[in-house]
């Protein structure tokens, strides 16, 4: 029974992949986390049950600051405060999924000579993974394109790990939760936790021609309801989702999203025919344009840019009905992907090296 120290945090998405992993580790290893003080990493971490350690971070920013200024302090002190508690818990191996707060841990279980894996979500490395890829033994990385960019031999493609509830749901449940009969196609719309104004607008303003041939569920973003369309019976939309996920998923038949690394590998373990609009390079790095690329490339998904969708919201309809003409095509090219269980192929990445063969 090895001990394994899983790290990563900053975002929400950077945390639900390491206890992804959780339920097969925990039977075979005692597992820790490690992250920063008052993180969300923390509440969902001792949530889960998992022994908890806070330390100091400093957050990695590529644009002028003053606190540029004090941060590498903060994580110089979590780097000797990681290293103690890494002794402290005899870890044997390192897990990190990546984000700010996991470069002090891996800096302090590298000094240690203790394995260390991590997990890169998008296309192109983050900066707290390009600081910390030297030290690694291996990379698990989400997009086969990634590998090229990545040290020779560390790198392996494994997808994301999904969490196992979310493959789980009940479709009858997910329509009951929505009053649904199930005799349309259900309609999917996840803009992200905070919502996507770009393709909430969209929807609604296709409502009506939509609702015609779907039933639609509309993940739409805190506080980003309209109240004027609550009385439609074939329009349900909810601010935030949890539990409720995995049966809204089953519910649906095509999900319109953003391409956000952790939602896109969701899709594709749960085959569900997708369009996929990514934020544009003016409100992100252009990864999720990448991310989107790729599963194009793969035969998984449609890609709809949020420009042309803003300059003729009509196009959405049209884009529905090619995916729907054509959805037995998406389902089988996604059934046939290697990176639909990320879960598995990462566990077996860590016991690879756990057993000296990596």
Request: hydrophobic share 40%; aromatic share 8%.
């Amino acid at each position: 029974m090895a001990k394994i120290l899983l790290t990563g945090g900053g975002t929400a998405g950077h945390v639900t992949a390491n206890l992804a992993l959780l339920g097969e580790l925990r039977e075979k290893h005692t597992i820790y986390y490690m992250g920063s003080k008052d993180g969300i990493e923390k509440e969902l971490a001792e949530k889960a049950g998992l022994p908890y350690f806070g330390i100091s971070t400093g957050k990695l920013r590529r644009y002028f600051s003053l606190r540029n200024l004090t941060d590498p302090f903060r994580v110089i002190g979590g780097f000797f405060q990681a290293r103690k508690q890494i002794q402290a818990w005899k870890i044997d191996l390192v897990f990190s999924k990546g984000g700010f707060v996991a470069v002090p841990v891996i800096f302090a279980a590298a000094s240690l000579g203790i394995p260390i894996i991590c997990h890169e979500s998008d296309f192109t490395p983050g900066l707290a993974n390009k600081l910390t890829i030297p030290f690694t033994k291996k990379i698990c990385c989400n997009f086969q394109e990634t590998v090229s960019l990545l040290p020779k031999g560390k790198a392996v493609c494994t997808g994301a790990p999904i969490r196992e509830e979310l493959l789980q749901g009940s479709r009858e449940e997910g329509l009951s939760l929505c009053s649904f009969s199930g005799e349309k196609p259900v309609l999917m719309v996840i803009g992200g936790s905070l919502g996507s104004v770009a393709i909430n607008t969209a929807v609604r303003e296709n409502i009506e021609s939509l609702g015609q041939n779907y039933d639609i569920i509309h993940i739409c973003g805190k506080k980003n309801e309209d109240k004027s369309l609550s009385d439609l019976a074939y329009y349900r939309q909810f601010p935030y989702v949890n539990e409720e996920l995995a049966d809204l998923y089953q519910a649906a038949d095509f999900v319109i999203s953003r391409a956000g690394a952790n939602v896109i590998y969701e899709i594709l373990a749960l085959k569900k025919p997708n369009i996929l609009i990514p934020l544009p390079k003016k409100a992100s790095r252009g990864d999720q344009i990448l991310n989107a690329e790729s599963f194009s490339a793969q035969g998984f998904s449609v890609v709809l840019p949020q420009e042309e969708l803003e300059e003729n919201p009509a196009v959405l309809p049209d884009c529905l009905e090619k995916l729907h003409e054509n959805k037995e095509k998406y389902i089988k090219a996604m059934e046939a992907s290697k990176e639909r269980d990320g879960r598995k192929n990462v566990l077996a990445v860590i016991q690879s090296v756990l057993d000296g063969k990596s």
